[in-house]
Antibody, heavy 119, light 107 residues
Framework: EVQLVESGGDVIQPGGSLRLSCAASGFTFHDYAMHWVRQGPGRGLEWVCFINGNGAWIEYADSVKGRFTISRDNNKNSLYLQMNSLRGDDTAVYYC????????????WGQGALVTVSS | DIQMTQSPSTLSASVGDRVTITCRASQSINYWLAWYQQRPGKAPNLLIYKASSLETGVPSRFSGSGSGTEFTLTISSLQPDDFGTYYCQQYSNFAYTFGQGTKLEIK
């Protein structure tokens, strides 16, 4: 069974930094592209960033470009999101998501990690 | 970025009804469109990809159609389990973008 388990969510002050992790299991991690998607309180879904299987291809939403960094460790079956210069509008549930086979579209989602940016 | 616009924003329907949700893209995305269902407090669930391909395990009452800029998600006979918010997403170009969502309520 595919499992994606996010961790690292917290309450953080504006301007601060936080690192989210996603532990993957139940599939061959390095064969799949991965995404982070977020959802602000009472709001819709916002795609955040993407990384392909070997980490050579990375894309970001304009809203996080230059502040967030996606990475992966295929030896540890783990995905990461380093978030710097956090702002109030970064407050959201952050989902780790796995692509479907042979494509970049999001197929399976984790349960989410809550990040609250507040003083 | 490509803008995705869904209609309606909210929808109330009865069990057994045929339900249609529309998604429009601000430019052509060919058939690179997915549909997701999200129940309250849960992560989204992929229903349809490549505009009309049904994800494994998704009931056949769900179907998708369209290409270019106009797409529809149809539920042929609404079931109680189908409540939630439905999102379309384009994956033609990065940044991938979602529609604003359609909240489906069961009467």
């Amino acid at each position: 069974e595919v499992q994606l388990v996010e961790s690292g969510g917290d309450v953080i002050q504006p301007g601060g930094s936080l690192r989210l992790s996603c532990a993957a299991s139940g599939f061959t991690f390095h064969d799949y592209a991965m995404h982070w998607v977020r959802q602000g309180p009472g709001r819709g879904l916002e795609w955040v960033c993407f990384i392909n299987g070997n980490g050579a291809w990375i894309e970001y939403a304009d809203s996080v470009k230059g502040r967030f960094t996606i990475s992966r460790d295929n030896n540890k079956n783990s995905l990461y999101l380093q978030m710097n210069s956090l702002r109030g509008d970064d407050t959201a549930v952050y989902y780790c998501a796995k692509s479907i086979v042979g494509a970049t579209i999001i197929g399976t989602w984790g349960q989410g990690a809550l990040v609250t940016v507040s003083s | 970025d490509i803008q995705m616009t869904q209609s309606p924003s909210t929808l109330s329907a009865s069990v057994g009804d045929r339900v249609t949700i529309t998604c429009r893209a601000s430019q052509s995305i060919n058939y690179w469109l997915a549909w997701y269902q999200q129940r309250p407090g849960k992560a989204p669930n992929l229903l349809i990809y490549k505009a009309s391909s049904l994800e494994t395990g998704v009931p056949s009452r769900f179907s998708g159609s369209g290409s270019g800029t106009e797409f529809t998600l149809t539920i042929s006979s609404l079931q109680p389990d189908d409540f939630g918010t439905y999102y379309c997403q384009q994956y033609s170009n990065f940044a991938y973008t979602f529609g604003q969502g359609t909240k489906l309520e069961i009467k």
